[in-house]
């Protein structure tokens, strides 16, 4: 498992985990069943808060990435991967909206926008 | 308790190397009276610990400690106890030399009551020194040193013609030394505690 | 279980008062007390350890009144750091390993001398030929050999330089891998807060102004910069405290309050203490 904090950044340090922890699961380079390390050593490496670690394991649970067995710790959960793909596009489509909708408040015409994307799409 | 005894001897090293040099001092300027004094310089000793912990705040290091404030005053009084008697079969070892090389008499009476002195002597000013701090606990001594060694003296001197029997004379100047010093340990706890937390 | 509460406690000294002040330690956490030079962060140690009279309110220790008699036995579970180590100046280490040896029921002989090689503590030196910090680094040696499971460290990094903070930083989180374990650590540095605490509690002329998840709070709160105008358009309860700069406005305010798009960014834990302080002076408390 792989997990980078910037503390520069505007997101949360929670949903950075959270969020880098999901793609990780997505893409398969966690599997199902893999053992988490746990809350307490993983705020230790990452040199964060318990509360902030505990509180992205929390989300992570909530939302099926992962579950807690008690007294052994927490594991990658069994995935619906489809389900997540579509929760996926779901989020996709959510931001574009935002976009959509800021570039209509201030005027950006629908090539612009576009042209936008296209250009953020061949920096990746 | 006992590291904190441990504490003030190894605090003390270089004070009792110049304390074997007083002996000799006081032996060769006042011959066997000397001898005397090496107790009663003996029972001052925790007095100078206890400027050394002042000096560097030890008894904010000692209350984060697991020791209640008897075992602190008590430390003290150990040091003290602990000095006067191991200092009295040196002075009596002194006091037999002085007497071969015809310096002067030697009796055990003087001896033991100059141990009687230092045991009252820590019973009257270590309370003060526990309230007013060492510093000024310390003016205070050099005239609380003369009175109450004089006075014990006198008692002892006192109660020796009244009573006569060598025995019981001691066993009473003992038990009054002990009430003395439970009822000091008493008031000193009382007394530093109040200090420090204020 | 609370490693740490207390509540309405209260002391007075000519020309300072401290409190009333409610703070609690959650077992297993870290709580920061952050405030400058003479804001009462050592007189709360001092009447947590009870080696200080309160007024009032109450202390509770690992559970325990700390006026309890039994609550100097518990001390043997406390580790201690003071803001200047107490030791007599005459004492070498080997002396002060002793008395720490005689004096706590669970000492760890082998910790000890792991963490002096660690720190590269002299051993025949005398106590003050120590620099300040090494002399800070045996006092902390000392309190994490002695099994304890609350640290209570005041100014316990002050007087190190960063590179030795940083490992001593993770020493202490090491400490809080065991959930059993706790600690309440003091600084006016607060980047070594900001670090390493779960909690924090800000402390400012012997009055609480804010106590609040550290992460939480720098991601609920940001910094906006501005023209006096534009701030006049935010809303009243996006703002938590405001600073006028030569050539505009820096505004501390809530992230979820701002309108979308505002630059906004993340604040440092000294740039939320600064704010509230000088907030503070102004008369109007921010948050």
């Known amino acids: ?124 | 308790m006992k590291a904190l005894v441990m504490k003030d001897l190894h605090v003390l090293r270089a004070t009792l190397k110049y304390y074997l040099f007083l002996i000799m001092v006081f032996t060769l300027a006042m011959r066997s009276a000397g001898s005397i004094f090496i107790i009663l310089y003996t029972a001052m000793l925790p007095y100078t610990a206890l400027a050394y912990d002042e000096r560097a705040h030890f008894e904010l290091q000692a209350t984060a400690m697991p020791y209640s404030w008897r075992d602190l005053v008590l430390s003290k009084y150990i040091l003290g106890w602990l000095g006067v008697i191991v200092s009295l079969p040196i002075s009596i070892a002194i006091a037999l030399l002085c007497q071969y090389l015809g310096w002067g008499p030697f009796y055990i009476e003087q001896q033991l009551s100059a141990l009687f002195s230092g045991v009252m002597l820590l019973a009257v000013c270590l309370p003060v020194m526990f309230r007013k701090g060492v510093e000024v606990g310390r003016v205070l001594n050099i005239l609380m040193v003369l009175v109450v060694c004089t006075v014990a003296m006198m008692m002892f001197a006192l109660l020796g013609e009244i009573i006569g029997n060598a025995v019981l004379l001691w066993l009473v100047v003992a038990a009054f030394a002990a009430a003395v010093s439970v009822a000091s340990v008493k008031l000193s706890e009382k007394w530093y505690k109040k200090r420090i937390m204020e | 279980m609370n490693a740490l509460e207390i509540r309405g406690l209260t002391r007075s000294f000519p020309g300072f008062t401290l409190g009333p002040l409610d703070l609690n330690l959650p077992g297993g956490c870290i709580l920061g007390l952050v405030g400058q030079n003479g804001a009462g962060k050592s007189t709360t140690i001092r009447l947590i350890l009870n080696s200080l009279r309160r007024d009032g309110g109450s202390i509770r220790v690992l559970g325990l009144d700390n006026q309890d008699a039994a609550f100097t036995q518990l001390k043997n579970d406390i580790g201690v750091v003071l803001d200047t180590a107490n030791f007599p100046e005459t004492l070498t280490l080997k002396h002060i390993a002793a008395l720490m040896r005689g004096s706590y029921t669970r000492w760890d002989e082998a910790r000890f001398n792991e963490l002096v090689q660690r720190f590269g503590l002299p051993e025949n030196k005398k106590f003050r030929d120590f620099s300040r910090g090494m002399q800070q680094k045996l006092a902390i040696a000392c309190a994490l050999s002695h099994q304890a499971r609350l640290l209570i460290l005041d100014e316990a990094t002050a007087g190190l330089d960063p590179l030795v903070r940083d490992e001593i930083l993770d020493l202490f989180r090491e400490f809080v891998a065991d959930e059993e374990h706790s600690i309440l650590i003091s600084s006016h540095i607060s980047s070594d807060l900001e670090k390493i605490c779960d909690y924090i509690a800000c402390l400012h002329q012997g009055k609480l102004l804010f106590t609040a998840e550290k992460d939480a709070l720098l991601e609920d709160l940001a910094l906006w910069q501005g023209s006096a105008e534009q701030l006049e358009e935010l809303a009243d309860e996006a703002i938590v405290a405001v600073q006028q700069q030569p050539y505009g406005v820096t505004a501390l305010v809530k992230r979820a309050e701002m309108p979308a798009g505002a630059q906004l960014e993340k604040p440092r834990l000294d740039d939320v203490f600064l704010f509230v302080v000088k907030q503070q002076g102004k008369g109007a408390c921010g948050k």
């Open chain 1, 1 to 124: 498992m792989e997990i980078i904090i910037r503390n520069s950044s505007d997101q949360p340090i929670y949903m950075q985990i959270c969020e880098q922890v999901k793609s990780q699961i997505i893409s398969g380079a966690l599997a199902a069943g893999t053992m988490l390390p746990s809350i307490r050593s993983l705020a230790r490496d990452l040199r964060i808060s318990v509360i902030t670690t505990k509180r992205a394991y929390d989300e992570l649970e909530a939302e099926g990435f992962i579950c807690t067995v008690p007294g052994k710790g927490c594991f990658v959960a069994e995935q619906d991967l489809k389900l997540a793909q579509e929760a996926n596009l779901r989020r996709m489509e959510e931001h574009l909206q935002q976009a959509a909708a800021l570039a209509k408040g201030c005027g950006v015409g629908k090539e612009e926008l576009l042209a936008m994307f296209g250009l953020l799409l061949e920096e990746e």
